[in-house]
């Protein structure tokens, strides 16, 4: 059964609510009335945006909405039907979208569910699952006894060798598998690192605007994390000798500076590791998605310059492929893997090894190579629809800055308008953004909106939410 438009309530003109999230409720609310039974059809998004006379993204929208939280189901070609095995009930009132702490992220919060604008999560909807799934199921068949064992603490060595072969090629980066650690996350790697290589009360330059978990972390291992500004050609190494010159190390995001996204220039890159030379310091290059680069093709590694063992080098799973594998891993100079051997033992942090399988088979394979070039291919089209989007939608009220890589744009926002509130009524409607003020410890930092682009679809839906933007501003 095709369910009829006209089932549901019109749309209520001058409502607080937006249109998208009055068509959500009204599928809720059909649904728990039983007007809408499981296995019902229901019209596609341009069929039912032509008969309410609303833009196709809006539709979009709820149905995203709907099917995150289980209402909906799509069909491929068969079409989108209310989920078979849902049982109505009463609809619960509306909610702001509730908010949760991951523990490991020492208090950075991220939404209960995928969010429009949301950032460091990949285009999902492009990810190639059942080749994943094939490649999953061919690991289950092979499984032996050894493999339900612990998990090597530094890692699978089949993953380690996959992964020196690819950072040689891509990213320039020399090295053996012995240097590889295989982690859990970012937030494990810099713990490693800390662990091996840093004491109490050790001083460590981070960017400013910079990372907020990574000087939590620091914090949390009573570093005392220094924050040296950033311009167009990144981390101002003058300003970080001038503020801290005895620091012990340096966090820094050469390839595409996080939040702000440019790079760190050859000069400064050059600077940076003298000075590591000279202090005998550390620098940690957390290159999280350097592979993303959309005006050239994408720059070498810090590491790759690197001749004296002072960089280490991290990367992750997450933002490449998926969040929910929790993968992640580090390059350490040659010199230090005894040191880096003993404390991952002590630490014991394996991660799972049908996981470390699976990427080790998507990688000697070719597909990860592929993917990655997929992925750069499409960011850059949704990079491009979303500034483009947006643009129309705010007008002058914000300033969009497409970054020349990355996976988010930086709206920057004019008069003295508080990010902070703005993304906070943002949060209440559905949609989510992180301030820039966030990132800084500056006592008047700089305010805008970082906002992901991965999984907006269209032009038309990034002005959709733009209209929504500029409704709350």
Known sequence: ?????????????????????????????????????????IPS??????????????????YSLLSAEGYIQARGQAGTIIAPDLQPQAAAPA???????????????????ILPFQMGIPALDAFPRKLWARLGARQLRGMQPADLSYPPADGQESLRTALAAYLRVARGIHCQPAQVYITSGYNFTMQLIIQALLT??????????????????????????VP???????LMVSEGLARAGQAQAAVVTPAHQSPLSMSLSLPRRQALLDWAERRQAWIVEDDYDG?????????????SLDVQGRVLYAGSFSKV?????????????????????????????????????????????????????RMRRLYSERRAATAAGLSAALGTRMRI??????????ARMEGGQRDQALAARMLEQGLYAHPLSRWSTLPDPQAGLLLGFTNIASESQAYDYGLQIRALM
């Open 1 to 41: 059964m095709i369910a009829r438009p006209d089932a549901l309530p019109p749309l209520r003109e001058g409502s607080a609510d937006p249109l998208y999230r009055q068509v959500y409720e009204r599928f809720r609310g059909a649904i728990a009335e039983g007007t809408l039974k499981p296995g019902d059809r």
């Open 45 to 62: 998004a341009r069929a039912l945006a032509k008969e309410m006379g609303v833009a196709r993204g809006t539709i979009e929208v709820a």
């Open 95 to 113: 909610v702001a979208t509730p908010v949760q702490a991951a523990d490991d992220d020492h208090g950075w919060h991220r939404p209960a569910r």
């Open 200 to 225: 109490p009360g050790d001083q460590v330059w981070v960017e400013d605007p910079g990372y907020p978990p990574t000087r939590a972390l620091l914090a949390q291992a009573r570093l005392d994390a």
């Open 228 to 234: 040296i500004p950033v311009d167009a050609d990144g």
């Open 291 to 303: 592979e993303y680069r959309y005006v050239s093709r994408p720059l070498p590694a810090l590491k």
């Open 321 to 373: 492929l998926f969040p929910g594998m929790r993968l992640a891993y580090l390059v350490v100079p040659e010199a230090q893997v005894p040191r880096f051997d003993r404390i991952s033992r002590l630490l014991s942090g394996g991660a799972a090894v049908f996981n470390q399988a699976i990427l080790t088979a998507f990688i000697s394979e070719g597909h990860f190579g592929r993917h990655i070039q």
């Open 401 to 410: 800055e497409p970054q020349p890589g990355g996976m988010h744009l930086v």
